[in-house]
């Protein structure tokens, strides 16, 4: 895999929402864009967790009569798997790969410590990367 960075790699906008948000709404919204993860932030714009369609499927069959009512905070990964801006696509191939994940949050670290999400990359965008550069090198 040629050594693509990370935010060249993304193919689409990170969708953000607040803990506070439903896991209704969330769900409507992945629906909607056709995405299966929503990066939870705080009020600053720093990472607080990711919700995905496995969490709410999970909380759907946990709780069927109220999960729609529950919100991002109560269904959000909190340990989250991220690589720092510099990451190659290579490397997040690698991570998804060992850690046996479908998405890697591309982050950027503050002085303080804190991570600010700048991209979501997926299994299915280092597919579509593996798809494209192979194309190229057999035209």
């Known amino acids: 895999m040629k050594k693509l960075s990370v935010l060249a790699a993304k193919r689409l906008e990170i969708t953000r929402c607040a803990g506070a948000k439903s ?38 069959l946990a709780h069927p009569d109220s999960w729609y009512e529950m919100t ?29 994940i479908h998405r890697v ?10 991570l600010r999400p700048l991209a979501v990359i997926s299994d299915h965008d280092i597919v579509y990367h593996l798809v494209h550069a192979t194309r190229e090198v057999w035209r």
């Open 23 to 60: 896991l209704l709404d969330v769900a409507a919204q992945m629906d909607e864009d056709d995405i299966s993860s929503i990066v939870v932030t705080d009020s600053q714009g720093y990472l607080r967790g990711i919700v995905t369609r496995t969490d709410i499927v999970r909380m759907a």
């Open 105 to 114: 949050v591309v982050v950027e670290e503050t002085e303080a410590g804190k």
């Open 72 to 100: 991002c905070d109560a269904a959000m990964t909190e340990d989250v798997i991220t690589a720092p801006v510099t990451a190659t696509l290579d490397q997040i191939a690698r991570l998804v790969q060992e850690k046996h």
